[in-house]
Structure formats: structure tokens, C-alpha cells
């Protein structure tokens, strides 16, 4: 069955220390790539994207993703986080054949502490 | 650069009531999503309108409808709303191969 998995609910970083989230897909082919970024009661902020072409993507806010297509994975990093950066995450996929819909992870909630 | 907007931003409705949730799109964009996200859950594709017409559908209940009209804005009709609907809805465009770009988001109260 197609699928997006965020393996981690809920994850806690200091401020100014790094940050990876994880992103598996599971899909025949391999789908667009999204994440994106959603405060409390906001709408959803696109972050980055992957459509095709060079595997670590550049997004804003300091945010980098690797598509790793032998792994099915698409990661999130940010060197040095910042209270900002509290939010909840979701990484996203789109087929062509599905008329780019998107199918949403379950989101992980990330907790900055000072 | 234009946006997607929603309207209304808010609505509180009660139990067995309609409400009717709009989206303009930005222009020259020609698919328009429609996704609802219930509390600390993850948005869910509901349907999607290529060129007016429907293209998808997602797990949309039988008391929603959706259309897309001439000049490409969308609404979501909502008849017999029950406690369960209150969610944010969100509204995204796009136009070929791009990204979709979300609206702000209705939030539904239903009392």
C-alpha cells in the first residue's frame, strides 16, 4: 500500500543544536517530495521540494532535505535551530498519476527548549 | 504576488446546519485542491477540480459537494453537518508542474 511515514511523533531540540526529521515513502515510483511547516491553528507552509535532479534540496528558513531514493527516505535538516522553529512538520508526496494530490505524513511535532 | 484566499476565515456553525466554504484560486491556475485537517491530525485530500471539472476524489462524505465555476474560484457545500466536521479546510492551487500553493485555511466550529 502506498504510504508517507514520519517515524517520530514528537521530538525535542535545543536551541542552536541540529535537527533531523525523517521522512519514508512508499510508493512504486518515485513520487514529488514536499515538507512542510505548520504553527498552531496556521496554515501550511511549503518548506522545500523535490521534483527530479540534484538529491540535497535547499528550502527556506535554513532547511535542507536529502532524497535518498535506495532508502525511500527524505530527510529534513537544519544545522542550528532556533525558538522559531517550534511547529509541526509534515512531509508530503504527489504523483503525476494522482493528479499531484498530495498524501500527508502524520506530522512530527518538534519542541525548541532554551 | 497573489495568494490563494478563503473565505470565510472563521465559521461556527450548529449541528444539521449547511455551510458553504469558498476558494479563489490564484489566477491562471487551473487545478484546485480541497484538504481537511481535524484536530492534531494530518491534512486529508477531499477533491480536486482540473479545467472546472472534477478530476479527484478523496474520502469526501456523500453530504459534501464541490464545484469549481467559470472563473476558476471553488466552493465546498456542507449539508448535515455534524460534530465531526469541525476542522481547518484548506484550498491549494496550482498550474502544470508545480508545487500546490495553500490558502490560509477555513476553520469550522460545529456546536
Known amino acids: 500500500a502506498q504510504s508517507v511515514t514520519q517515524p517520530d511523533i514528537h521530538i525535542t531540540v535545543s536551541e542552536g543544536a541540529s535537527l533531523e526529521l525523517r521522512c519514508n515513502y512508499s510508493y512504486g515510483a518515485t513520487p514529488y517530495l514536499f515538507w512542510y511547516v505548520q504553527s498552531p491553528g496556521q496554515g501550511l507552509q511549503l518548506l522545500l521540494k523535490y521534483f527530479s535532479g540534484d538529491t540535497l534540496v535547499q528550502g527556506i528558513k535554513g532547511f535542507e532535505a536529502e532524497f535518498k531514493r535506495s532508502q525511500s527516505s527524505f530527510n529534513l535538516r537544519k544545522p542550528s535551530v532556533h525558538w522559531s522553529d517550534a511547529a509541526e512538520y509534515f512531509c508530503?508526496?504527489?504523483?503525476?498519476?494522482?493528479?499531484?494530490?498530495?498524501?500527508f505524513g502524520a506530522g512530527t511535532t518538534v519542541t525548541v527548549r532554551a | 504576488a497573489a495568494g490563494v484566499i478563503q473565505s470565510p476565515r472563521h465559521l461556527i456553525k450548529e449541528k444539521r446546519e449547511t455551510a458553504t466554504l469558498k476558494c479563489y484560486p490564484i489566477p491562471r491556475h487551473d487545478t484546485v485542491y480541497w484538504y481537511q485537517q481535524g484536530p492534531g491530525q494530518d491534512p486529508q485530500f477531499l477533491i480536486s477540480f482540473y479545467e472546472k471539472m472534477q478530476s479527484d476524489k478523496g474520502s469526501i462524505p456523500d453530504r459534501f459537494s464541490a464545484q469549481q465555476f467559470s472563473d476558476y474560484h471553488s466552493e465546498l457545500n456542507m449539508s448535515s453537518l455534524e460534530l465531526g466536521d469541525s476542522a481547518l479546510y484548506f484550498c491549494?492551487?496550482?498550474?502544470?508542474?508545480?508545487?500546490?500553493?495553500f490558502g490560509p485555511g477555513t476553520r469550522l466550529t460545529v456546536t
Open positions: 491549494a492551487s496550482r498550474i502544470g508542474l508545480d508545487e500546490q500553493y
Open positions: 508530503a508526496v504527489a504523483l503525476r498519476s494522482n493528479d499531484y494530490k498530495l498524501s
